[in-house]
């Protein structure tokens, strides 16, 4: 009979401890995992937002280290990241490549015609299908691409001047070694 009392008490006290444990665990809240790091970026051709610029065509990026940005013209963050991204392109230390994520296209284009275009190329997802592919959660997210195709590195959230110098350009630096 003190034994059918316990039960529940001693049912709590294990699932308590499993989820303390799981929260101990869990290092850094900040990075979302992702299943595609090392393997292929997902084949695409996105057509372009702006007519003077390629879409986006996955396949035609190999040869070379890029960034692929998902962005927005509606993503406060990616208003803060912005910046960055044009001194990136400006000092050409790597090629950014865009996929405009649900977002009304001139919207888009008034945004970059504003603030400027860091994008070597930019290509639509008004579903947000696409950005799907690679694993998004939301914007802005930005993925380091390998000269094979690869996905390398994935950044979640805005790319500050801090997370370049010290996290994405070791990783392009050393790709391209």
Known sequence: MRAIVLLPLVMFALI??????????????SVLPSALIDQPAPQMKLEPLLPNLPGLDVAALKGEVVLVNIFASWCPPCQVEHPVFMKVAAEKAVPIYGINYKDKPDAATAWLRRLGNPYSGIGVDPLGRNAIEWGNYGVPETFVLDRQGRIRHRFVGPVTDDAWRDTLLPIVKKLRE
């Not at 308590?16 to 809240?29: I, K, P, T, V, Y």
């Open 16 to 29: 308590a401890g499993f989820f303390a444990w799981a929260l101990l665990m869990r290092h850094d809240s």
